[in-house]
């Protein structure tokens, strides 16, 4: 099985992450490639869908809130995710296992406002029986930068011998 990303990839991610507006040149000048192969591996991890590059607004820092939403099911997941979907408000939807079927991330302006997503959206959404809410007070560690990433490449030294 071909590995989803090699060393290069890794280290032009790593630069990214860091610093999502770095230029390609930048990068390639930091990694010691031409600019047009930094440019022709982002756009090839962007278009298999294994990245995006986008502005991360921070929500509590715009004087927003955010809510967690633990929900449990009766019926099929995708019914409800489906309808989930739908609802602006909902930024981030899991299909997870534990105590709950699904978590899902509300972004909303104040109490009015969540009790009308939930009432509204949440709780009519198909096959929901139960949900548990968390309200985020705040946010200490928000992290894009996945250390786990090395597992899968060719390069990972834990999967490379010696030459």
């Given amino acids: 099985m071909r590995s989803l990303l090699d060393r290069t990839d890794l280290a032009i991610l790593e630069r990214l992450q860091t610093d999502g507006r770095m230029p390609f040149a930048a990068v390639a000048r930091e990694l010691g490639l031409a600019e047009a192969t930094v440019?022709?591996?982002?756009?090839?991890?962007?278009?298999?869908?294994?990245?995006?590059?986008?502005?991360?607004?921070?929500?509590?820092?715009?004087?927003?809130q955010l809510a967690e939403v633990g929900i449990r099911l009766r019926g099929p997941v995708q019914e409800a995710v489906r309808a989930l979907q739908k609802i602006p408000e909902v930024d981030y939807i899991a299909v997870c296992t534990g105590s709950f079927d699904l978590l899902i991330?509300?972004?909303?302006?104040?109490?009015?406002?969540l009790l009308r997503v939930l009432s509204d959206g949440v709780r009519r959404a198909p096959g929901v029986d139960q949900i548990e809410v968390f309200t985020i007070l705040?946010?200490?560690?928000?992290?894009?930068?996945?250390t786990a990433l090395e597992s899968v490449s060719y390069g990972s030294s834990r999967n490379q011998t010696s030459s």
């Fill in 39 to 64: 440019r022709h591996r982002v756009n090839r991890l962007v278009r298999r869908g294994l990245v995006q590059i986008i502005a991360v607004a921070d929500p509590l820092k715009l004087g927003l």
């Fill in 105 to 113: 991330e509300v972004v909303y302006e104040g109490p009015g406002h």
């Fill in 138 to 146: 705040e946010v200490p560690k928000d992290s894009y930068r996945y």
